[in-house]
């Protein structure tokens, strides 16, 4: 692991702890990736190559026992973001970053899962906007997390 990765990881769980009052149970990371030919093909059968890069997407998590996901963005000031997994899941115009939460977690509701609440808090260090798929590393963390760590019955 090598120093930014480690900074990463101390600081969602030192901002998890302090805005939850509890320890987080999880850490996830991703990472970012990038296309070395076929840029934007993948969706249109073509062909492909990315390679992951030395930047991630870290998560301290914990689940809850009830439906309510809270998330605190360290990256944007610990914005935080709290929504119901028992109601239906929409876009949110005013709170962009959590949209990449909620499409995860409703796709995986859509598919059969049935996940718990949870408690997050995410930090990242893929440049966001330069095609280098910091949002598909979050996504890729919450489907993992979801699936492999315990938000999932």
């Not at 149970?25 to 030919?37: C, D, E, F, K, S």
């Not at 899962?113 to 949002?135: C, E, F, K, R, W």
Request: hydrophobic residues 40%.
């Amino acid at each position: 692991m090598n120093k930014q990765s480690i900074a990463l990881t101390q600081s969602v769980q030192q901002v998890f702890e302090q805005h939850f009052d509890y320890a987080p149970t999880h850490i996830i990371q991703a990472p970012g990736r990038v296309n070395l030919i076929g840029e934007h093909t993948d969706y249109n059968d073509g062909f492909v190559l990315p390679c992951a890069i030395d930047y991630q997407t870290v998560v301290a998590a914990a689940t809850r026992s009830d439906s309510l996901v809270r998330v605190i963005a360290v990256d944007y000031d610990n914005a935080s973001n709290t929504f119901d997994l028992s109601q239906p899941l929409a876009f949110d115009p005013d709170c962009m970053w959590v949209n990449y939460i909620c499409g995860v977690l409703k796709g995986l509701l859509e598919k059969g899962y049935a996940i718990s609440g949870m408690d997050l808090t995410v930090s990242g260090n893929v440049p966001q906007g330069a095609g280098l798929s910091s949002s598909a590393a979050l996504e890729v963390l919450i489907g993992q997390m979801v699936k492999v760590y315990g938000s999932c019955h």
